[in-house]
């Protein structure tokens, strides 16, 4: 997953708003069409990134594949249509 996860760029930012409902539905559906997604935290967000991925992975039921610095890896096979296939 880690290997997968180093060529794609982040697709949502979380700032000094932090985390919310409408946030939460857009990384949900992004996880359904895309599997593995990037999050990034920005520098005026007083979030700590482990604290953040481990509320957002449960809020929306993926694993948080790792953390690196201030970006987050999530991943959730889709229930529809599976793209990446865990050994």
Not at 58 to 77: D, M
Request: one cysteine or more; proline letters at 6%; hydrophobic letters at 40%.
């Amino acid at each position: 997953m880690r290997a997968l996860g180093t060529g794609i760029d982040p697709i949502f930012q979380i700032g000094k708003g932090g985390l919310n409902e409408n946030l939460i539905k857009q990384l949900d559906d992004a996880l359904e069409a895309r599997e593995l997604i990037k999050v990034k935290i920005l520098t005026n967000s007083d979030e700590n990134p482990k604290e953040v991925g481990g509320e957002i992975a449960l809020a929306i039921g993926a694993e948080l594949v790792q953390v690196i610095g201030k970006c987050l890896l999530f991943f959730r096979p889709s229930k529809k249509k599976p793209k990446i296939e865990l050994p």
